[in-house]
Each structure stands twice: as structure tokens, then as C-alpha cells.
């Protein structure tokens, strides 16, 4: 990738997790947090709950492929982790990469400027047996 460096230890994965910021999609989800680098460093995850070994792999192919493709309108300087979801095993390159350019690169310009997003909204707790 031109501008962007790979996000390596756990550290820096967790500090990703839990300081940064999320923006929610039903494909993907990315975290970002700002970095002193002058660089941005880009991590990819994909669980096991998005299929075998070669459906991960095709996961993080596009991921990279949509980010090359957007990279040069992203801002610089964060540390950016993107996560496979389930659903993004059956979304081609173009969905993806038009997803970041309309509404991922948008979000990481807002962190970047150092604006909260709001907060993903939260699923309603399922009623137990003894609840009504």
C-alpha cells in the first residue's frame, strides 16, 4: 500500500479496540484512533464466524484491495483496524469500495479532526423466562 504501513503487535490492536473509535457497517467494521507517526498504519482481523481459511483470506483480499483504492483520500495519521463480519463474505470489491469512499473515509477525516462519533446504537436486551 502507498501511504499505509501494516499495524502489527497486539498493543497496538487493542489500543485500537478500546481507545478508538468505531464506525458500524453490516459488512465490516473499522476502528480508528489517531497515531503520531505521521503515517497510517492498517490492521485486518477476520474471526472464524466469517467462514473457513479461504473465505478469511477472500475477506482480507478485498479489504485491501478497497483500501488501496481509497487510501489516497483517507487522512494520515491513524491507526485504523478493520473487521471482517460474516455478511462480508458475499459483498464484491466495487460494494465495498464504494461503501469506505461514501461513508468510511468521511468518519476517519471526522476522527481525524478529532470529532466523536455517535455511539453505534445498541440492540434491545432479549427478555429472559422470568422477565415479561
Not at 63 to 87: C, F, K, M, S, T
Request: proline share 5%.
Amino acid at each position: 500500500m502507498l501511504y499505509t504501513d501494516t499495524l502489527r503487535t497486539d498493543r497496538d490492536f487493542r489500543l485500537c479496540y478500546h481507545k478508538g473509535q468505531c464506525i458500524v457497517s453490516k459488512d465490516i467494521i473499522i476502528y480508528a484512533r489517531k497515531n503520531k507517526l505521521g503515517i497510517d498504519r492498517l490492521g485486518i482481523t477476520t474471526g472464524k464466524k466469517v467462514g473457513n481459511a479461504v473465505a478469511r483470506s477472500r475477506c482480507r483480499r478485498l479489504i485491501r484491495q478497497a483500501w488501496r483504492e481509497n487510501e489516497a483520500d483517507a487522512p494520515v495519521g491513524l491507526d485504523i483496524v478493520i473487521v471482517a463480519r460474516a455478511h462480508l463474505k458475499e459483498v464484491s470489491s466495487d460494494v465495498l469500495s464504494r461503501y469506505l469512499h461514501q461513508y468510511g473515509v468521511p468518519a476517519l477525516h471526522k476522527i481525524s479532526a478529532g470529532e466523536t462519533l455517535p455511539k453505534p446504537p445498541q440492540r434491545p436486551a432479549k427478555a429472559g423466562k422470568g422477565e415479561a
